[in-house]
């Protein structure tokens, strides 16, 4: 039975608070929630790495939640170019491969999808990522799972022609809102209307729309310079 406490560290994270959800969770709370709420702290606010970090290695070396965790972490030092150490490729993969080999399908689906994203963001290899994003997929929606097939799709989009990359990008934005998931909502705004030409009415909404949210949750990505909303 899911706790109060888990419960609420939950729906804490959903909405971005972060800080929050973390201190609902006692020293008893179960410590691959804790690693997964600091990590996805650590993403989408650019800081506490170090906490994140810790939090991860407290888990189970073995267990499929350290292996996916562990990829990530190394994975988003190479994105966001925070002090990447010299085996972040190589690390990511490996764990993204364990969590795939040692996971339920849901956790493998998971990995596969981050396997992807590896491939598409770091390699630029989007030929030996789409076939990952498209099983992940596959399982995301075979299980009714919005949320998952939220991120899927969204990198899935600038893959496909126009017409369905707007359709995907705003499939995964109301799937969010609809989910409250605020933090993936507002990063699904912000590309969106990046993904508009400079002029639509549109885009300027999004715009004025996202940088009050990303403020609020101290989003980095969509606080930086190179941000179109920056200015």
Partial sequence: MITDDTYIARRLQMLGEWDAALAVLGPDADPELRAEIAVDRWFFRIEGHEEAEKAVAALDPASPTAHLLTARLAYSRLLFR???????????????????????????????????????????????ALPLYESSLDVATKSGDGYFESYIIRHLAPHKEPTERMAM???????????????????????????????DPERAELLRTVRPGAE????????????????
């Avoid at 972040?88 to 990995?111: C, F, L």
């Avoid at 990063?187 to 990046?194: D, P, R, S, V």
């Avoid at 609020?216 to 200015?231: A, F, N, Q, T, V």
């Fill in 169 to 199: 990008l705003r499939r995964s934005l109301n799937l969010r809102a609809a989910l409250g998931a605020r933090p993936q909502a507002i990063a699904a705004q912000g590309l969106l209307a990046e993904n508009l030409p400079e002029g």
């Fill in 216 to 231: 609020e949750l101290h989003i980095g990505r969509l606080l930086s310079e190179e941000w179109p909303g920056s200015d």
């Fill in 82 to 128: 925070r002090e990447p150490r010299a085996d972040d490729r190589a690390v990511a993969e490996t764990g993204y491969r364990a969590a795939i080999e040692s996971g339920d399908e849901k956790t493998r689906a998971w990995a596969e999808y981050h396997w992807a994203v590896l491939l598409d963001n770091i390699d630029e290899d989007p030929a030996a």
